[in-house]
């Protein structure tokens, strides 16, 4: 069977999801929607399919499901219209900023048995993937600490701050979901601490550029997570797991695994510098992921639920880095 | 400009280049040809194109080039036909298992003006791509020694053995090629020595499982190749290159880069299984490369001298391994 | 100059500072000293020197400096005793338990005009310190985030759990002594968490065996530790430190550097199995710094008021764990 | 039983074995003797031991054993000496540079029933010795293939190659050593290539500077050798073994293991930078096992008959790489 996609929103997300959808054998671009003409053109060209409007795409009759990659204030509202019209949902992340508009949201897809899927594409990411394996085999023992360093490339511009929620909603946002992921029970308490070291401008916008959260389970289980927005060797993302019989890692990616060895030392080329180069792989197996619930009926991951509790620990973050203290769920 | 493409061969490698061909913007794949029917059938299927004859690809004026994947007994003639024909050719490895075959096939080829490339994937590698480069930019100075290690997950069956020209005209070929492609010289000497030591059944048929070779140059540079049929822990695939600044390498490449410590120590996953996992990335860019040929007019390399160069050190390597003595070219 | 030592206490560490000193050319081992007969005669076999009481070695003319590795409760009336005595003085850490007790003793010391350093061996960590120096060198900028990983390869016995001050100024210690060596600032902030995973009888004598730390300094800086009693894998000790322009980081130790690969993937052997293997060079340095300190007055580091705020850092450690908030110095 | 020795030679090596005999707890540094009074002063003023003449030595009643690091043109007549004289040998490599003389020498080693060991110092380096482990505890199964990388940091000053019989007999030899301790059969053949790359008057003084060797033994397994006289980097000393079942390698050390990453990459540090750094742990563990030898009668290894076969495989070399075939011992 065949998923037939429409694609809400030509921008930069949404370029990389449609080639996902575009390169998978089981899936068919059937359409693409932007507001800016031009950008919904584009896209169209490059895969041969149709540009819709929003509104077309809802009563599409040849549309089984759509990603959305609008902004994310439009994102609640679409989920919903579109859950409502029959379609599969598959949203980037985040559902909204705003925990109680999440769940109301949550609530309409319930109510009718929508599908929904969010965004959190490091879940796909076969290296990280690898990692929650060899924690489901057994490889580690009993889960005890996770460790997970993200850092970006660059910090973004300053209206991509103003209109992101903040470091601990936007970029924090995927290590709580690696952590939840990963640690095997649901975190209890979060501990954060934010401060601006890499760019006056991002503080002045009432954000953070560097962050450290400490996470902990009811059992005790703790996870630690080191961000930064910038980092001048490329995009850092790794994590480790520790268990009772041993670590399982994940080592940074590079696009070429070259040395070079002369009088100053052994030198290796910096990492993936921005996340569609890095996560490829892993934006491919996520539509896949979401093709097999659409067609098979395999369990969605994440899911809407998941996109709320990672909120949430953002939330908590948030507030912990401000007060001083930890902040208990 | 879209390049149209006939693939001829619808077996294990023709369906690697089936699927380069219909991955890449810039061409259309639009038929395939196989002598058994359900191969060509299948291959079709999964691509959305035609199946023709040979002869019917060769008369088709909708066809701009071809990618020949048939038994290699069959190259140097369909090269032959494919460029009277006016197609652009690109040819597996080898042209031909005979040297004075390949002369000829050449012959007709220069007369008739033809585009001919032949399929030594490697130097389309990323990895091995960058270590070219960093010679080329000056990285190491001036090349003075290359080593090369190059082993087989396997020994392939005994009617593959029987058809490949033995270990030096079949999997060392490749490294050949590599040592051309770094050296920055023409081989003028080859010293060869080769051993049964895998499995004796390859020795009854008269051909060897691991072989070493010394290669030299006119000013004296040297290249060392080591080859196995067999390496448990995959596909080893490594180049190093030294040059009078320093040296140059490429590491193994492998599926997932996890790794799992515990109390018996730290553990990575085996190196990728095969050729096709190992070099995916080398055969779309080869492909690329032949497009960008093809339409733009750019160089083409590997082209079928390389091809000769490399089976002659082939046959020089087998001589010298047989009479114990440095073979000359 | 020769500097001439006497050694208190012939234990586990008293053996390590003992063949550190004998093992020095500007150095000579005159004495030992130890409560257990058995102890202070095996010591002395083993290096030629002399036993005799502590209060021999506080007289002797022939004793330019003095290492203590008695119990910890005895190390701040030694260093008094032995300050007063004229004698240069090198006290394993911790100077004591109590922080009001250290101060008091690094007030007689300071109005003594004494000589005193402590022993955080891991600044002399050839790897350690080269972090530091490139830090210094200016190689990743400024400074923003340290983080270090400290793992155990097995907890302690439940004796030594009871008389260590618990795992924030037993082991967290260290790292403390760390994060101040490479923050460039001083930490105003300590927000810890602390569990029970790896053995419940650690829990029943009231201290933890997994804690997560971060360290906050005045302008920001972020230090993030994560420490267990447990790795299976070995003596787990790395340290990252990320600045503006890039970051510093020392890999793990191992006795052997080999790998095997096989049909299960790549295997190198476990990390170094305890301190005293894992830091061998690092306690010969210490000394060497020390015997310099002595003979050409090199600047004392670490020095008393570094073991102080590194167990000021510990105590506040403890208070945040328990309180659940970040403790302010 | 402490073994009291002899040091015959105050150079560059004889200060090596002079630390290493002066480390050992069951060793005792008795005397040094030099034809240069000063270097014989030096080295006993930095052990505290004795100055003698070679004469006295041979005399002496009061030492067990020497270690000849003389001149190489000394070696043979002053192991007959001493091995006459009763003394048990250890003698830096080679013997002598020429075979028979060195057939005559153990003649009479063989005759007396002396002690003799030779310094093939590599056995002894913990990684190597750890890769012969893995081979005789069965970790790689049957051996098939060896490589040997060597390449020193810069060629030796023209004095030196005049008198070091030629790369082959004076670097190569070492892998010759290194290809028989790991191979498990005695190589039969041998066929080497020689040129000069990296300085002209090494070819004007009638010696190689690059070289590449295979050797094969009676079942066919096989050992490639790449030397070069120039690594930018650092002292490259590489090995791995190919078996049935997997391959097992020993990397290259460095001084520090630090890493530090920035816009241009990860870069670590260059290797050791000579012999005597990258060493170290090798020559204190061979002395360690001579002193066993000596005490506990243990096997001499690698003995006289080991330091003729490596020297026959530098002269196979030589003629092969002059003659231009393959050389059958």
Same mark, same amino acid.
């Given at each position: ?8 929103? =030509?921008?930069r997300?949404?370029? /990389? ?17 932007d507001?800016?003409?031009k ?6 060209? =490059?895969?041969?399919? @149709?540009?819709?409007? #929003?509104?077309? #795409? @809802? ?27 029959g379609k =599969? ?83 924090? #946002? ?37 962050v ?8 005790g ?37 070259? @040395? ?28 896949a992921?979401?093709?097999?619930? /659409? ?27 401000? @007060? ?6």
């Open positions: 069977m065949t998923v037939r996609f429409g694609v809400l929103g =030509a921008g997300i949404g370029k /990389v999801h449609a080639k996902a959808v575009a390169s998978n054998p089981q899936a068919k671009l059937v359409a693409v929607a507001a800016f003409e950008a919904a053109n584009d896209l169209a060209g =490059a895969y041969g399919c @149709e540009v819709r409007s #929003i509104d077309q #795409i @809802e009563k599409a009759s040849d549309i089984d499901a759509v990603v959305i990659c609008t902004p994310t204030d439009t994102h609640a509202d679409l989920i919903e219209r579109f859950v409502l019209a =599969a949902v598959f949203c980037e992340k985040p559902i909204d900023l705003d925990a109680a508009r999440v769940e109301k949201c949550l609530g309409v897809v319930e109510k009718a048995g929508g599908t929904l899927m969010v965004g959190f594409n490091r879940r796909f990411d076969p290296h990280f993937a690898a990692v929650r394996k060899a924690i489901d085999d057994g490889a580690i023992g009993k889960v005890e600490q996770v460790v997970i360093t993200s850092r970006d490339p660059g910090p973004p511009p300053a209206e991509y701050i103003t209109r992101s929620g903040g470091i601990f909603r936007d970029m924090t #946002i995927h290590d709580f979901d690696m952590a939840r992921f990963l640690l095997g029970e649901e975190p209890v308490a979060v501990t954060a601490t934010a401060s601006v070291l890499v760019d006056k401008k991002i503080g002045e916008l009432g954000d953070f550029d560097s450290s959260v400490i996470l902990v389970t009811a059992s289980r703790q996870c630690v997570i080191s961000n930064s927005r910038r980092a001048t060797y490329g995009y850092d993302q790794r994590i480790e797991v520790h268990g009772s019989d041993g670590m399982v890692s994940a080592e940074n990616q590079r696009a070429v695994s070259i @040395e070079v060895a002369g009088a100053l030392g052994y030198t290796r080329p910096p990492l993936h510098d921005f996340f569609m180069t890095r996560y490829t792989e892993a934006y491919a197996a996520e539509i992921a979401f093709i097999a619930s /659409v067609t098979k009926g395999t369990k969605i991951s994440p899911d809407g639920k998941d996109g709320l509790m990672a909120l949430r620990l953002a939330d908590a973050a948030l507030k912990s880095a401000k @007060e001083g203290k930890t902040v208990r769920l």
